[in-house]
């Protein structure tokens, strides 16, 4: 029952209403208003970040906001996840608190990849019926389709019944049509001539953000990318919030996995736009993502993946028809998920390996994906072992007291001029900064730790750090910029805390690292391979001054862009490919760290930042 | 909008009640209704079957009700498919123009029948998860399953999505699982153990009545047999008034092919509650029937069937998921239709070739299915020949002025006491007779001619039927019955115009079975098999007493049953039956008997009845 309208509550600066609920936060509420709020913690009052502004008569403060919000709440701030306004009233949700669509690397992959796609069409010329033994439609068809794919199908290929039922109304307008044939197995097309093209939709499902790759399985060129936040966000940040809500929601599962189905069509049909295509021409999906994205988005149940021994339902290839799935695209069109390798070892992994070629690869190697979660590979004389690191979002900006993704007002870039009273901050947007993001941390981190005002166990020097460290709330903190000069108008500071959280970060992944080369006997890397949109916006030289990864020599420290879409491209055009990633995924090997000795010990000895320049 | 009761129009003894539309005959009202009445001819105004009694403001008579309804009109009756009554009234259906349960013959195949089914179910252990490499629980699956199923797996079976999906939820339970293999190719149920063997369904779609059997594939045991009319009766008698509704009428074959399913659904369901079973449990589904039936039950345009070359849309065997076709099946289970031969040989016909073996019959033996068609198959020396005669419904007491189906009523077989009065009628359910079934045709032909009251060129003697054959409308009758011993009131009797049409039907199949024996070049038949329900009705003698089929021993005159359902069975039981089935099919020759010189010779030829007795 619609309810009048001083009863309801509106969101700004969105203008968007809705009916409070009984019981229901504001959170919950602004999620079915379509209105995007941050929630790293998925709404359970333990990250801080859901700051809004009610106005009217709202519930009194919970003790999790009288802990996060400090200050804060005389302001009349309140956390989104905690309050509700039962009687209706105003929201206005500030810009640090707002989801905003991020800025994404989507550049696509470049240079000549492998064409042999799993479907191939031909245009036939299907011969009418003729007496006095008038054949069938569907096997002059397929005598057609095997002739004009050279007579070696081992048995007539299977038309699905949609198609069948389609035939008589083509046959109709001529013999002549276009026929896709998937596999040598199965017809998952049928139009007249002229329809143009089968295409291909290769898709990173990130935790994070999701890309969709538009290409032209004839002519294998890529037609379009678009990308999105991963609309399962706003339920959790990471995808342990994420599984957590599948584990104590029955609907959980259902939900998140609706929201990912979506966004994929929702890019399918951009990409088409932008390419001037018909989403329904897209006849072949291939996907990645790590094995929680991967088991969300089947709808596959992922709570085997959050407890010991971590095995996920399935990890080799998925092929199910696209529209089982929920996708849109052709009513025929298969959907290929990559194999996984393990439970934190996904097939965002396996698609990385198989686009930076880990399996050839000779020298000592480490593949690092920084993501949301740390998986890396160690490649080394055509071997490969991977592990996975629960570094946590650190370096995304998560469990950072101003900490931010990469989106509008974050720090991206820092630098500080000898003697200079204040940090010099590059910000993405060229707006006033609210945050920090990933590579913002580690670039003023790295500053501070040239400057000697980051000392390498991880305290601040107050003396060298005159007039820009100050004691706070929780200890020493660095300003790198005052209240006047920020956009949410208030000090923006790198506390102590922020600096153990990015120390816990890398010694993590530098550990995982090491681990890797003792388990395959490898003394010192040769090369290090940064994978992922963070590991492109991430300076190699600022990397390496905080210890991120074992020595290695300054330019043999690469970027390789979205490697893991680069993986699922090749895995959409080259069948060889597809095949080659399932063999890799057999084929490399695994080491689970939690519970294992030398990592522990390893992890306590990389906490401290090196202490040479 | 509903009206007021007054405008609506009930129908009795139903009382059933609906809402006329402008224009709206009453025949189309009647099916919305869901009130069965005879219309033959589809509701053409072609077949006077249709008559019913309204009471209220009707529309005029038109033409066809004048030429049709004869002194009838004056009575009051009217023809459904002609008449309306816009402003609402009642109407009365004669039990004639009901269309009725009918009497079935739905005896199972009885014998041993091979057991080698398209799916296999095993009972696993699945074992748990191991670390350090803990396996994926599909990939423990598929190994536990190889390894019951005896390692030779040429491929790990596929999983489809919706049983991987619920695979987390039955592993919790321990690791015991039943597992139902198919073609050892893909896992198409799981369920904890102890939910009982597969079951199958094997369904006879007639044009004229539908039969099920649900089989229990572990054991191979019939469990149930539900047979019902073809829903699709109402839209039309015969292949030709269905199709031409699907040509006609843009929703037609939607709607046909929808009645056809929900029958198959509803004999599921019947079958499974005669044998205390789930529905769900049925794994596998074979059907057969003609290539009309086929083509409009799978939703397939059935134009090219009914148009010079007569080619179908698809010949060779059709396997999709049950689902897809509509059935409310096992989510995974697949339905197989057998191949057809021909536009107007379907899988019905292969069904009973298949039963009754004929690819290993040596002696010349001819195979009649007395269906709604007369369809036939020569078989000699390993080798078949069929062809399709367009021998009209007559022998199913269609285009009979007092014709029926073998439905209550019915007369089935008479008898003629030399110089009595009248003739001695046998009555479906012991009934004051209403008409002539099929049999009852062939028997009461059969006793005229042995009388001589009947003439081998199709006359009636007056001089020896005396009291007996009257001049009627349309020349000279037999009086069967007289008024008083009816159902309906009126004098029961066989026309001239009756006779020709027996003549014509019995002239077609003979001549159709010559041109098979003279292209075979057999000079004698061994044997007839006759199959069908019909051929179970029929008496040997007084089929060969009217010439149905060439001369042949009486006592080498057999019925087979509905052999078409034991096909089914068989195909379903056996997955080398179904192979065996598609080669048949191949291996059978056809000839089109449209346009060929010398059936149209023998037809003329075979118009007399034989002279001696």
Same mark, same amino acid.
């Given at each position: 029952m619609p309810r009048a309208d001083q009863e309801r509550v509106t969101f700004q600066p969105m203008g968007r209403r809705a009916d409070p609920q009984p019981g229901q936060s504001l959170l919950h509420l602004a999620q079915s208003a379509g209105v995007g709020i941050e929630a790293p913690c998925g709404g359970?009052?333990?990250?801080?970040?859901c700051r809004v502004r009610p106005e009217g008569a709202a519930t009194p403060l919970t003790p999790a906001e009288k802990a996060l919000l400090g200050s804060d709440a005389q302001e009349g701030l309140r956390l989104a996840c905690q309050a509700a306004l039962p009687q209706g009233g105003t929201v206005w949700v500030p810009p640090e608190s707002r989801a905003q669509r991020q800025v994404i690397l989507t550049s696509g992959p470049s240079g000549e990849l492998e064409l042999d796609p799993a479907v191939r069409a031909f245009e036939l010329s299907v011969p009418p019926a003729q007496p006095p033994e008038p054949e069938a439609a569907r096997e002059r068809l397929q005598a057609a389709l095997s002739q004009a794919a050279?007579?070696?199908?081992?048995?007539p290929p299977e038309l699905p019944l949609g198609l069948l039922r389609a035939l008589p109304g083509l046959l109709?307008?001529?013999?002549?049509l276009q026929a896709t044939l998937r596999h040598d197995r199965e017809i998952v097309d049928l139009t007249?001539?002229?329809?143009g093209s089968p295409l291909g939709l290769a898709v990173d499902?990130?935790?994070?953000t999701v890309v969709a790759y538009l290409c032209?399985?004839?002519?294998?060129?890529?037609l379009a990318v678009s990308s999105e936040m991963n609309p399962q966000v706003p339920y959790g940040d990471d995808v342990i919030s994420r599984m957590s809500l599948c584990a104590g929601d029955p609907q959980g599962l259902g939900r998140l996995s609706a929201a990912a189905v979506e966004c994929v069509n929702a890019l399918a049909m951009d990409a088409c736009a932008q390419a001037g295509r018909?989403?329904?021409?897209?006849?072949e999906c291939v996907m990645v993502g790590n094995s929680a994205m991967h088991h969300i988005f089947l709808a596959l149940e992922p709570a085997s993946l959050a407890? %010991? +021994?971590? &095995?996920?339902?399935?990890?080799g290839p998925v092929e199910v028809k696209a529209r089982q799935a929920g996708?849109?695209?052709?009513?025929e069109a298969w959907l290929h998920w990559l194999p996984l390798k393990a439970g934190f070892v996904g097939a965002d992994i396996v698609a990385v390996a198989l686009a930076v070629g880990a399996d050839q690869i000779e020298e000592p190697t480490l593949i690092l994906d920084l993501g949301t979660n740390g998986e890396m590979v160690l490649a080394a004389g055509g071997r490969m072992l991977a592990c996975s690191t629960a570094a946590g979002p650190a370096l995304e900006g998560?469990?950072?007291?101003?900490g931010m993704r990469? %989106? +509008?007002? &974050?720090?991206?870039r820092a630098s500080l001029e000898l003697g200079a009273a204040k940090a010099n901050l590059s910000v993405i947007g060229g707006e006033p900064a609210v945050g920090f993001c990933g590579s913002g941390l580690v670039s003023l981190i790295s500053c501070l730790l040239n400057a000697g005002?980051?000392?390498?166990?991880?305290?601040?020097?107050r003396e060298r750090g005159k007039g820009l460290v100050r004691s706070g709330e929780h200890g020493l903190e660095f300003v790198a910029a005052p209240s006047g000069a920020t956009g949410h108008g208030r000090d923006l500071v790198l506390t102590s805390k922020d600096v153990s959280e990015v120390q816990l970060a890398k010694a993590a992944i530098r550990a995982g690292a090491e681990v890797l080369m003792a388990e395959m006997g490898?003394?010192?890397?040769e090369r290090v391979l940064l994978a992922g949109a963070f590991g492109n916006y991430l300076d190699p030289g600022e990397a390496a001054r905080i210890g991120?990864?074992?020595?290695?020599?300054?330019?043999?420290i690469q970027g390789v862009g979205n490697a893991a879409g680069v993986g699922a491209v090749m895995a959409l055009l080259s069948d060889r490919q597809r095949r080659r990633a399932e063999k890799l995924a057999r084929d490399m090997g695994y080491v689970e760290?939690?519970?294992h000795n030398l990592f522990q010990e390893l992890f306590v000895d990389s906490m401290p930042f090196p202490s040479d320049g």
């Open positions: 359970k009052g333990l990250c801080g970040k050279g007579n070696h199908l081992q048995a109709k307008q001529g013999g002549e007249p001539v002229g329809e499902l990130g935790t994070t032209d399985l004839n002519s294998g060129q890529l018909d989403p329904g021409r897209i006849l407890m %010991a +021994p971590y &095995a996920p339902v399935v990890r996708l849109a695209l052709s009513r998560g469990h950072i007291g101003q990469g %989106a +509008p007002g &974050a720090v991206e005002i980051l000392l390498p166990g991880g305290g601040f020097d490898v003394e010192r890397l991120l990864f074992p020595p290695v020599a300054l330019e043999r760290l939690s519970g």
